[in-house]
């Protein structure tokens, strides 16, 4: 098989399986590694790691010049089992997966409430501290210097 053939093997089913993960998933991203960071904890460590099997060879495909897939038959086969185990998922109702890196994160009341405590305290304390070291400037000055 010459290398174009090999190559476009390869896209396609990398492509499928971008497809099927960011329909299925709805995630969003810039690559299939991306993809598959939003959606490892779905599914076990060796699944994973299939999935970045596939997604370092695709990628070493095309940035690679003189790269060359030693069995494409067991990619083939990898990315079909791949491809049908993403179909068989069932994700449950409303799943969103929020990108990596995302800062979007869901607040109740109470931890806004907490949070703001919690600031509240940090600052009293710091204006005790600083209490505390103007008290001691003020009694210790004469102390220390009137000699």
Same mark, same amino acid.
């Given at each position: 098989?010459?290398?174009?053939?090999?190559?476009?093997?390869?896209?396609?089913?990398?492509?499928?399986?971008?497809?099927?993960?960011?329909?299925?998933?709805?995630?969003?991203?810039?690559?299939?590694?991306?993809?598959?960071?939003?959606?490892?904890?779905? /599914?076990?460590?060796?699944?994973? =790691?299939?999935?970045?099997? *596939? %997604?370092?060879?695709?990628? +070493?495909?095309?940035? !690679?010049?003189? /790269?060359?897939?030693?069995?494409? =038959?067991?990619?083939?086969? *990898? %990315?079909?089992?791949?491809? +049908?185990?993403?179909? !068989?998922?069932?994700?449950?109702?409303?799943?969103?997966?929020?990108?990596?890196?995302?800062?979007?994160?869901?607040?109740?009341?109470?931890?806004?409430?907490?949070?703001?405590?919690?600031?509240?305290?940090?600052?009293?304390?710091?204006?005790?501290?600083?209490?505390?070291?103007?008290?001691?400037?003020?009694?210790?000055?004469?102390?220390?210097?009137?000699?």
């Amino acid at each position: 098989m010459s290398n174009k053939e090999e190559l476009a093997q390869i896209i396609h089913y990398t492509r499928e399986i971008e497809t099927i993960i960011k329909s299925k998933f709805k995630v969003d991203g810039n690559g299939l590694h991306q993809y598959i960071d939003s959606i490892q904890k779905h /599914f076990d460590e060796t699944f994973i =790691k299939d999935l970045r099997y *596939l %997604a370092t060879m695709r990628n +070493k495909s095309m940035h !690679e010049h003189d /790269f060359k897939l030693n069995n494409l =038959k067991s990619y083939e086969n *990898l %990315a079909i089992k791949t491809i +049908k185990k993403l179909n !068989e998922y069932k994700p449950t109702p409303k799943m969103r997966v929020p990108p990596v890196g995302s800062r979007n994160i869901v607040r109740t009341n109470s931890n806004r409430r907490n949070n703001s405590n919690d600031r509240n305290i940090s600052k009293l304390i710091a204006f005790l501290i600083a209490v505390a070291i103007l008290i001691l400037f003020v009694f210790l000055k004469p102390m220390l210097f009137d000699r």
